[in-house]
């Protein structure tokens, strides 16, 4: 069996991960960097951990996240299905079965909001830890005058918490400076996202829960 530990250790892999974030930073998006991928796996894993699904799902969603935004490299339109290529290829080479391969391949390929769906509890996990990551350490431009409505959102957030409760629920609890961005910018850039976690929560059982400055907005 492929391990993540494996994946992690592999430097083209790295560096494709590098690159594609060195990309978006051209383009002006959030980072999307190893500390991103990183983080995505480590949620990905304490979801399907939580609800006991097989070690081996678990490894393969913490591979799936590892690699989910590599197609940025190619272009930031259709990176799902682009990363899904660039990692079967480069899976097999490292000897995953045609069986492992497939699942990553696609969860990566469903994990974007144009085409994105919960094909399996592995594309699931992804998506659930994709789209949770909004913290302000994601923001690269410190000018804050200079702020669009994403920098703002993302800045916005002073404090992340994801939580899985009684097996029911998937919680998303951030506290959000209203000061800096009031909560409908949230929704406006965010609620599309939203309704894919809680397609993807629905997938593996549970109920998704939006909690905004202590009220549950969704």
Same mark, same amino acid.
């Given at each position: ?46 979801? =399907?951990?939580? @609800?006991?699904?097989?070690? *081996? ?6 591979? $799936?996240?590892?690699? &989910? +935004?590599? /197609? ?18 480069? =899976?097999?080479? @490292?000897?995953?079965?045609? *069986? ?6 696609? $969860?990566?390929?469903? &994990? +974007?909001? /144009? ?104």
């Amino acid at each position: 069996m492929i391990t993540f530990k494996e994946v992690k250790e592999n430097q083209a892999i790295k560096t494709y991960i590098m690159h594609a974030d060195k990309a978006l930073s051209a383009l002006g998006y959030t980072e999307h960097s190893l500390a991103h991928v990183t983080k995505v796996a480590s949620v990905a894993k304490y979801i =399907l951990e939580t @609800l006991d699904y097989p070690q *081996e799902d678990v490894e393969l969603a913490q591979i $799936a996240c590892y690699m &989910h +935004d590599i /197609g940025n490299i190619v272009n930031r339109e259709e990176h799902a299905q682009s990363g899904a290529v660039m990692a079967f290829r480069l =899976l097999d080479q @490292l000897g995953a079965s045609p *069986e492992q391969n497939a699942k990553v391949i696609a $969860a990566i390929g469903n &994990h +974007d909001e /144009g085409t994105a769906v919960p094909v399996s509890a592995i594309a699931a996990a992804l998506i659930l830890a994709d789209k949770t990551d909004v913290r302000r350490s994601r923001v690269r431009n410190q000018d804050l005058p200079s702020f669009d409505i994403h920098d703002r959102v993302n800045y916005a957030v002073e404090e992340s918490k994801i939580e899985i409760i009684d097996r029911k629920t998937f919680q998303l609890d951030l506290t959000i400076d209203t000061s800096i961005s009031p909560v409908m910018d949230y929704f406006e850039i965010f609620l599309d996202r939203m309704l894919l976690c809680k397609r993807a929560a629905n997938k593996l059982e549970l109920e998704f829960e939006l909690i905004i400055n202590n009220q549950k907005v969704l």
